[in-house]
């Protein structure tokens, strides 16, 4: 089996770890949380959303998460929008990346959004347009691409069809979301075998749950399949607040660890991760759901 030589990890906890979290971080919290992930060797953090901080008050503060990050030309820092309201506030901010994501659920998408599929196509044109005349880099992301707890199956050709919507527009990187981590092998290798012909140039990365422990099976699927762009999040953290049920992302250390030992290189100090995640577990006064983190 040829694996991919390189995986380029984007670590998603201070944003989608953190965002189900009762315990508000204070901004200092999370700017100590992202600047220790960075001196690990992380190279792509995402650490914020630009949502309504009334439906999801850890992310209230993003504007002074972003104003507190170290300058850095070697790291790819990013934060998340669902709206145009959302994008001009991340405009207003020295980010260089900013995903837009989508839904391939018409349930899911009003109730992340507030907007149907259609609407919210037509939102993301707008936003892109403006994320580019900006100089901003694109990531789109397709939320339930696998399937969702609301429907019971998503097809391909759904997912084909926002993922043409957002290659047309330009964005610098699509990226498939298991939102309600529904994925199996068979539907992540379908959906794969789908959009990568579409996609060119164009990276495609997987934003990978472990709502039914098949993250990492899902992710070595996918490496078999070439993808070398994942996002996991430090000790396990996430979730999704419109989605019941929904556990957190594939878990930052045990990604590492796996890819490891089948001698692909990340450039990620995983001890270093673990202790990151090891502070939080104190902080926030329980076990985190990944399992590395707790041995090395």
Known sequence: MVYPRHVFITEVGPRDGLQMEKQVLSTNQKARLINGLVKAGVSAVQVASFVHPGKVPQMADAEAV????????????????????????????????????????????????????????????VMIDLAQREGRKV??????????????????????????????KGVDRLVLADTTGMATPPSVRQNLA?????????????????????????????????????????????????????????????????????NITTGIDNARVASESRKLSRLMRRELPGKMYRLI
Do not use: Y
């Open 66 to 125: 972003i104003d507190a990050l170290s300058p850095t030309d070697t790291v790819e820092f990013s934060a998340l929008t669902l709206n145009r309201k959302g994008m001009e506030r991340a405009c207003r901010t020295p980010i260089q990346w900013i995903e837009v994501s989508l839904s391939a659920s018409e349930e899911q998408s009003l109730s992340n959004s507030g907007m149907s599929v259609d609407e919210a196509l037509t939102e993301t044109a």
């Open 139 to 168: 990531r789109g992301s397709i939320q339930c691409s696998f399937g969702c707890v609301h429907e019971c199956e998503i097809e391909v050709f759904q997912v084909q069809r926002l993922a043409e919507k957002l290659l047309n």
């Open 194 to 262: 789908a959009i990568l012909p579409m996609a060119g140039d164009v990276p495609v990365g997987l934003h990978l749950h472990d709502t039914r422990g098949m993250g990492l099976v899902n992710l070595m699927t996918a490496l078999e399949m070439g993808i070398a762009h994942f996002d996991t999040s430090l000790g396990g953290l996430g979730g999704c607040p419109f989605v019941v049920g929904a556990a957190g992302n594939i878990a930052t250390e045990d990604t590492i660890h796996l890819l490891n030992s089948l």
